[in-house]
């Protein structure tokens, strides 16, 4: 009578031991077949500019200077803060390409960056993530969302949460060398 409770316990508890087991194989298996971790190098993916003409692709992005593509929404307090963080410490990024992009609509986008005085700044690019890319890519699900490319075009992180610039300052600082 009293083996019964005691083989009860023990197989309850290696019952919980192999379902976390289970559970933390699965987040891996998860996180190593996100697109921009199995495939590390630069993807090719079509922006619309400002001129709500012209399309650049990222395949045109030359090796030699960080890139760092941030996708923001124009009603965001916080793509705002950011956009005003980045302003102030543009000379931190003067080797970087800047790609800030939305989904959302062209002259929402092109609002935005004429009241935060992005266009004056020859490492900003503004512009239109109209495929979605980002979000399918990256599943980027927060605004801002940062990805960063090393010169070599190749994935280094992303920033989900940037609590102050000298976070991607230090990122860009490393690859810079």
């Known amino acids: 009578m009293y083996m019964k409770p005691k083989i009860l316990l023990w197989s309850l508890l ?12 699965q987040k891996d298996t998860a996180a190593s077949e996100l697109p921009y971790l199995k495939y590390k190098s ?4 079509p922006i619309r500019m400002l001129d709500s003409h012209s399309i650049f692709n990222t395949f045109n992005i030359s090796k030699g200077e960080a890139t760092v593509f941030i996708m923001f929404s124009p009603d965001c307090d916080h793509c705002e803060q950011l956009s005003k963080m ?6 931190a990024f ?3 390409n800047l790609y800030l992009l939305s989904p959302m609509p062209l002259y929402q986008i092109k609002l935005f960056a004429l009241k935060n005085g992005l266009t004056k700044y020859r490492q900003i690019m503004v512009g239109q993530d ?6 399918s890519f990256f599943k980027a699900s927060t605004v801002p969302f940062i990805v960063v490319y090393d010169k070599e075009k190749q994935y280094i992180t992303t920033i989900k949460r940037l609590r102050k610039i000298s976070e991607l300052i230090e990122v860009v600082k490393n690859i810079r060398g």
């Open 14 to 25: 290696l019952l919980v031991l192999a379902n976390n087991s289970f559970a933390q194989s």
């Open 42 to 45: 630069l993807p090719a993916f």
């Open 94 to 96: 003067d080797k970087v």
């Open 86 to 91: 980045i302003t102030d410490s543009i000379t």
């Open 130 to 135: 109209f495929s979605y890319f980002m979000i």
